[in-house]
């Protein structure tokens, strides 16, 4: 099995290019392969069965086409209706990586954070995932979670950094649950496009965890450790979606800084 093949990355949408980009940054002879589900986008309000439906044939697709060598769920959403299936399904063969662990880790390690509060789409919070993990990991911590449904389909049409993303963030964050935090986690992998803006809506004052460095981190962590790390120096990225969409080529522009051909691949 070649260390040279790619690294499956996969969102619904844009979100998952944050993380990507991260990877990207650390691991830069890795090859990456990207697929946004952009047919299926918002996953964050379907169930938790639908979405781990497309997760499967997504993952599917990275392994039995691609050839990937280690899988990264780069959305919340799909790390938590499906990471469990996933990583059992392909115990002993490829790394599945999900980016709700790395970010329980980075919590739980900064002892300044003692009321942490999430922000997601409607399915993630209802799966109760973050407040479990929490629990069990440090149950002193406190916690409460804000469903932001708004947000991602906001951000995937390109509205941030305008006067539309800054009212409908400041209705969002001035809700009561949020009242008191130290910390919030951005559980979305969109988020962090507009993670200046909720930086100033809590006028630095709230730490604002994104996960995109964390994960690509915990990556580089699991690669070196099952001996995947590539050896070429020749990399490689190629970009899937279910369906083509403007917002989606811009923002690939965005993060990797330059023109990037997307191809489309109904599952
Ligand atoms: N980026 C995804 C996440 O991290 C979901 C956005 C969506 O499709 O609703 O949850």
Do not use: W
Request: aromatic share 8%.
């Amino acid at each position: 099995m070649s260390n040279d093949r790619p690294i499956g990355v996969f969102d619904s949408g844009i979100g998952g290019l944050t993380v990507a980009a991260a990877i990207q940054r650390l691991l830069p002879s890795e090859s990456l392969i990207y697929f946004g589900d952009t047919a299926h986008l918002p996953y964050g309000d379907k169930s938790k069965e639908l979405i781990a439906e497309y997760a499967v044939n997504i993952t599917r697709f990275l392994l039995e086409e691609k050839k990937c060598k280690a899988i990264v769920i780069a959305c919340n959403t799909a790390s938590a209706a499906a990471y469990e299936a996933l990583r059992d399904t392909y115990k002993g063969s490829v790394p599945v990586i999900n980016v709700i662990d790395p970010m329980i880790e980075e919590v739980i390690a900064d002892a300044d954070i003692k009321k942490i509060g999430i922000i997601a789409t409607k399915t993630t919070v209802s799966s109760g995932v973050y407040q479990e993990k929490f629990a069990r990991r440090k149950p002193e911590l406190e916690f409460s979670a804000l469903a932001t449904p708004l947000l991602a389909s906001m951000i995937e049409e390109g509205f941030y950094n305008n006067t539309i993303s800054e009212a409908i963030l400041n209705e969002y964050l001035s809700n009561p649950v949020l009242e008191n935090i130290d910390g919030l986690v951005l559980a979305c992998t969109h988020y962090p496009l507009i993670k200046k803006e909720i930086d100033a809506f809590f006028h630095g004052r709230v730490k604002i965890f994104d996960s995109a460095e964390v994960v690509a981190r915990k990556l580089k962590g699991i690669l070196e450790k099952e001996s995947l790390l590539c050896t070429s120096s020749v990399s490689k990225n190629e970009f899937f979606v279910s369906d083509y969409t403007r917002a989606f080529e811009a923002a690939t522009k965005i993060f990797f800084k330059k023109e990037i051909h997307l191809e489309l691949c109904r599952l």
